[in-house]
Nanobody, 114 residues
Framework: VQLQASGGGMVQEGGSLTLSCAAS????????VAWYRQAPGKQRELVAS???????NYGDSVKGRFMISRDDAKNTLELRMNSLTPEDTAIYYC?????????WGQGTLVTVSS
């Protein structure tokens, strides 16, 4: 399975973006999905995840502003981001995991200007 992330871009502070991650194959066998991000000079951090298809977690810095969702019929994963701040500027990566299999998307850049 290959993951293709898209939807990144430049947005002003307070704006919104929706990131998408399309899988080349079925996601039915990949019950855990997540979005991570990596800002310049910082370590990659978890933004949001859906564990075992039902447990949703968010990083503290995005709680109440971001929403993760998946559509297994379309084999897609989304991250809706609201009230963006310059601190959200980063490359965002999607991943999907099932058993010993772990797949990463190539990343999409989000830049938030003040």
């Amino acid at each position: 399975v290959q993951l293709q992330a898209s939807g990144g871009g430049m947005v002003q502070e307070g704006g919104s973006l929706t990131l998408s991650c399309a899988a080349s194959g079925s996601m039915h066998s990949l019950p855990t999905v997540a979005w991570y991000r990596q800002a310049p000079g910082k370590q990659r951090e978890l933004v949001a995840s859906i564990i075992s298809g039902k447990i949703i977690n968010y990083g503290d810095s995005v709680k109440g502003r971001f929403m993760i969702s998946r559509d297994d019929a379309k084999n897609t994963l989304e991250l809706r981001m609201n009230s963006l701040t310059p601190e959200d500027t980063a490359i965002y990566y999607c991943n999907a995991q099932g058993g010993s299999l772990l797949y990463w998307g190539q990343g999409t850049l989000v830049t938030v200007s003040s």
